[in-house]
């Protein structure tokens, strides 16, 4: 199995800057693509922005030029820079990988953590 522990979630004040970090660990043997989501309260989950093995980044309009993801590759280990943060990031954030579980046989596998809060108030 695959678990994915995230952190660095927090109360910030708007203006302000998190560092978001999602780590993978069992049986990885490769990850294609790792990703951010985010999910307000009474509101769907929305993706936030993802990168793939060869280093593509896909962001929200809502995000691009404040985040910034990305990932080390030695450690399994996502991460999501937030500068300027404004209120209506307020939300949980969700880590999700997708790639290779150790084998044999090599399989495919999707996991999802358990969201860190962010919180942007004053």
């Known amino acids: 199995q695959v678990q994915l522990v995230e952190s660095g979630g927090g109360l910030v004040q708007p203006g302000g800057s998190l560092r978001l970090s999602c780590a993978a660990s069992g049986s990885v043997f490769s990850i294609n693509v790792m990703g951010w989501y985010r999910q307000a309260p009474g509101k769907q989950r929305d993706l936030v922005a993802t990168?793939?093995?060869?280093?593509?980044?896909n962001y929200a309009d809502s995000v691009k030029g404040r985040f910034t993801i990305s990932r080390d590759g030695d450690k399994n280990t996502l991460y999501l820079q937030m500068n300027t943060l404004r209120p209506e990031d307020t939300a949980v954030y969700y880590c999700?990988?997708?790639?290779?579980?150790?084998?044999?046989?090599?399989?495919?596998?999707?996991?999802w953590g358990q969201g860190t809060q962010v919180t942007v108030s004053s």
């Open positions: 999700n990988v997708e790639g290779l579980t150790l084998g044999p046989p090599l399989r495919p596998f999707g996991s």
């Open positions: 990168i793939t093995k060869g280093g593509r980044t």
